[in-house]
């Protein structure tokens, strides 16, 4: 049984962990694609791969990311931003260099696979970026790959 005593020490313990919340949750600062760096994640959980000029180029969530063959249009891929609440029409699968340039300065935000570039090499190969070694490979089309959408914003 508890007593009385216990249960005002444990309310004491109590609000001194709120206070303490109180006080970080006071000091945080909101990530903002303004004040955000390479390889920060925004709000929405994209991350950020390179900003340049007032533009950043993003990378989609890895909740986002779907395993599927190649096609011009990767419905899978846009099918997944949009369940997740985001704008299908705002993103597109990045090509090779743009995967090329996620593997040098964000590669831990990916998984250690291939992933499906925009970039094809001819009617039945298309390029992929793979991320446990950096190397840019073709692969048939048929076969499934994982897929990550990225988008370009101003600040």
Avoid at 126 to 131: D, I, L, P
Wanted: aromatic share 10%.
């Amino acid at each position: 049984m508890t007593t009385k005593t216990q249960l005002q020490n444990k309310i004491q313990e109590l609000e001194a962990e709120l206070q303490e919340a109180k006080s970080q949750l006071s000091s945080y600062e909101e990530v903002t694609i303004e004040t955000a760096s390479v390889g920060e994640v925004l709000e929405d959980g994209s991350i950020v791969l390179q900003k340049s000029k007032g533009l950043a180029l993003l990378v989609a969530p890895k909740s986002t990311e779907v395993n599927c063959p190649w096609s011009k249009n990767f419905p899978e891929a846009f099918e997944k931003l949009e369940e997740q609440g985001f704008n299908p029409s705002q993103w597109f699968v990045p090509t090779k260099e743009q995967l090329h340039l996620a593997y040098q300065n964000i590669r831990n935000r990916f998984s250690t696979a291939l992933y499906w570039s925009s970039t094809e090499f001819n009617a039945t190969f298309a390029c992929s970026q793979y991320f446990n070694g950096g190397g840019i490979t073709t692969l048939s089309k048929t076969t499934s790959r994982r897929v990550r959408a990225f988008r370009c914003v101003t600040y």
